[in-house]
């Protein structure tokens, strides 16, 4: 056969589907920051923008916890290899935004007066366990590389499990603050966090 009419092989598209996971979810992570931005930008906020912006960047980091514990899970169940990948990403995400929530809090909503911050950590419990939440999300988003993965070894998925009980704290963080008639958000979140753990702990009795 004439060399030209051998069949060529077929192009190799430069990036695959794979490779999208990745930066596709690195952006959808960052779009409501990316919103909030647009929206104070546009005066959009309401009458009380601080207030909005805290209750958005407090919303998104409780739901980066819960989809960073629901990673292992889904793996699981619906045998999804790839989604392992992103757990890293979406726990940093989750410690982005509570971070930016307590920002804007110290910042914006209390224009880092340091003695009306301490008085409302003493005075406001919801507030004091805000507060240990992000201190508790500071050492895992430290260690979440590879570096401290292998320097800490079997004790960096012990540190790793304080993920469960500073979400637990998260839920309690927001039923503590809304009024009684707008607790069913922090519900539903309480609900999705007891089927994470108790999906866990099933896990935990077969082994």
């Not at 209750?55 to 819960?66: A, E």
């Amino acid at each position: 056969m004439p060399a030209s009419q051998r069949s060529l092989p077929m192009p190799q598209p430069l990036i695959s589907a794979k490779g999208l996971i990745k930066p596709a979810t690195f952006l959808l992570c960052l779009l409501p920051v990316a919103l909030a931005v647009y929206a104070v930008s546009q005066n959009r906020l309401g009458a009380n923008p601080v207030e909005s912006l805290l209750q958005l960047t407090g919303d998104w980091g409780l739901r980066f916890l819960l989809v960073t514990l629901a990673v292992t899970p889904l793996q699981f169940i619906f045998k999804w290899a790839w989604i392992a990948r992103l757990r890293r990403m979406l726990g940093l995400f989750a410690f982005f935004y509570a971070v930016l929530h307590m920002v804007i809090w110290l910042v914006l909503d209390h224009g880092l007066r340091w003695d009306l911050i301490v008085q409302d950590i003493i005075e406001k419990k919801f507030i004091a366990v805000g507060v240990v939440v992000v201190a508790g999300l500071i050492p895992l988003a430290l260690t979440s590389n590879r570096f401290s993965i292998r320097k800490l070894g079997t004790r960096w998925k012990t540190l790793h499990r304080i993920i469960y009980p500073l979400t637990l704290l998260a839920v309690v963080h927001y039923l503590w603050q809304v009024k009684a008639n707008d607790i069913y958000e922090p519900l539903l979140y309480l609900v999705v966090l007891m089927i994470l753990l108790g999906w866990r702990f099933y896990r935990l009795l077969k082994h």
